[in-house]
């Protein structure tokens, strides 16, 4: 179990918040991870460079914070294998076809005011909710 | 524009880092509102909102960003049957195992064997969705 961690939250928020602002300032970009990883596979005029290397930034960014002796040493994965592979298929192909997944529609387009990405933050959150309470309180367990 | 996009990414990655976003469990932890709630997401989100709000509010006014030649702007207003049913799919997904598509590629940095694996599968569902014709 995890407890609630306001200033550790907010902190890493606004990092996020601002990683959306300069690669939107710099480069026009929107920071959509799945968009992001998408066009890998359909590459657009700028490239890939960009991508693979905003992506690699992502992992180093995390290798940093461990270096640095971040609190966080580790993460838990309860997941068994098969839900896993289940779960990363339902995420890859949910974000393509719905055009954008937690980064994309609900910390850009929602800050762009966007009705679609309103609208699909809230059904992405839900069925999420709904999953959870399935699998931890619905079907027998407690 | 790609020294640009790195910097972008480490701040991004620190962000997921710091407020324990990259760690499945603390997600699933906010995803479960009848349990031991964790708010922490939410306020993750409000956070992040603020510099996002502000760049999307000024930002794409301007004749262009600073390197590069124009604004590059998601230009679909619909919201139809692609929208909410890959959305439901997402956050089905989503509530299985606790990782987006951000977290999952960052934690690569914690070199754990069930990261990889949901990774190769989101990379599979990915491919999958190239096979759906697109909207017309």
């Known amino acids: 179990m995890t407890g609630f961690t306001p200033v550790d939250a907010l902190i890493g928020g606004g990092l996020i918040g601002l990683a959306v602002a300069l690669l939107l300032a710099a480069n026009g970009r929107v920071t959509g991870i799945s968009g992001i990883v998408g066009g890998l596979i359909r590459p657009d005029k700028q490239g890939t460079a960009w991508r693979?290397?905003?992506?690699?930034?992502?992992?180093?960014?995390?290798?940093?914070?461990?270096?640095?002796?971040?609190?966080?040493?580790?993460?838990?994965?309860?997941?068994?294998?098969?839900?896993?592979?289940?779960?990363?298929?339902?995420?890859?192909?949910?974000?393509?076809?719905?055009?954008?997944?937690t980064s994309g529609h609900g910390v850009c387009g929602i800050g762009?005011?966007?009705?679609?990405?309103?609208?699909?933050?809230?059904?992405?959150?839900a069925t999420a909710a709904i999953v959870v309470f399935a699998v931890r309180h619905g079907l027998g367990g407690g | 524009m790609v020294a640009m996009s790195m910097i972008c990414g480490v701040i991004f990655g620190l962000g997921l880092a710091?407020?324990?976003?990259?760690?499945?469990?603390?997600?699933?932890?906010?995803?479960?509102?009848?349990g031991d709630w964790d708010p922490s997401l939410a306020l993750v989100m409000g956070a992040a909102l603020v510099p996002s709000f502000v760049a999307f509010r000024w930002l794409p006014s301007r004749?262009?960003?600073?390197?590069?030649d124009r604004f590059e702007l998601p230009a679909a207003t619909?919201?139809?049957?692609?929208?909410?049913?890959?959305?439901?799919?997402?956050?089905?997904?989503?509530?299985?195992?606790?990782?987006?598509?951000?977290?999952?590629?960052?934690?690569?940095?914690?070199?754990?064997?069930?990261?990889?694996?949901?990774?190769?599968?989101?990379?599979?569902?990915?491919?999958?969705?190239?096979?759906?014709?697109?909207?017309?």
């Open chain 1, 52 to 101: 693979w290397v905003f992506l690699t930034g992502l992992v180093a960014g995390v290798a940093l914070y461990r270096l640095a002796g971040g609190p966080l040493t580790d993460i838990e994965i309860t997941t068994s294998p098969g839900i896993l592979i289940a779960g990363g298929v339902l995420v890859g192909f949910g974000t393509q076809i719905g055009a954008g997944c």
């Open chain 1, 112 to 125: 762009r005011l966007s009705p679609r990405s309103m609208v699909a933050t809230m059904v992405f959150m």
């Open chain 2, 18 to 34: 710091i407020s324990g976003m990259v760690n499945p469990a603390k997600v699933l932890a906010f995803l479960d509102v009848a």
């Open chain 2, 63 to 68: 004749p262009r960003p600073w390197l590069a």
């Open chain 2, 78 to 136: 619909v919201i139809d049957g692609r929208l909410l049913g890959g959305a439901a799919l997402f956050g089905i997904g989503w509530g299985l195992v606790g990782l987006c598509p951000g977290p999952a590629i960052a934690a690569l940095a914690y070199l754990k064997i069930e990261s990889l694996i949901f990774l190769a599968a989101l990379v599979g569902g990915i491919g999958l969705a190239r096979l759906v014709p697109p909207a017309s």
